[in-house]
């Protein structure tokens, strides 16, 4: 059983900055692009940032430059450093990854249950 789970939300001022972790655990196999979602009351979910498994990163427009992802491949986690904090990043912060499970021939996404991020003006 693969789950993965997000730490490091909470409550920040505007200009201030969180470091966001997600953890991959279980029966895997081997963890191919891991990214970040998020999604605001009333909003679709959208994309934050992606980083494959060689460490090339996307971004969406609204965070270049204030945000920058990384990962572990040993340990099987992904951080998102978010610093100049806006108002208007405040959202549910979702992790997700491509895992193949043990015992499986193919990957597929996973995702976690979310951390909450509140910025303040």
């Known amino acids: 059983q693969v789950q993965l789970v997000e730490s490091g939300g909470g409550l920040v001022q505007a200009g201030g900055s969180l470091r966001l972790s997600c953890v991959a655990s279980g029966s895997i196999f081997s963890i191919g692009a891991m990214g970040w979602y998020r999604q605001a009351p009333g909003k679709q979910r959208e994309l934050v940032a992606t980083?494959?498994?060689?460490?090339?990163?996307n971004y969406a427009d609204s965070v270049k430059g204030r945000f920058t992802i990384s990962r572990d491949n040993a340990k099987n986690t992904a951080s998102l450093q978010m610093n100049s904090l806006k108002p208007e990043d405040t959202a549910a912060y979702l992790c997700s990854a491509k895992i193949t499970p043990f015992r499986y021939a193919y990957d597929r996404d996973y995702w976690g249950k979310g951390t909450l991020v509140t910025v303040s003006s």
């Open positions: 980083i494959t498994s060689g460490g090339s990163t």
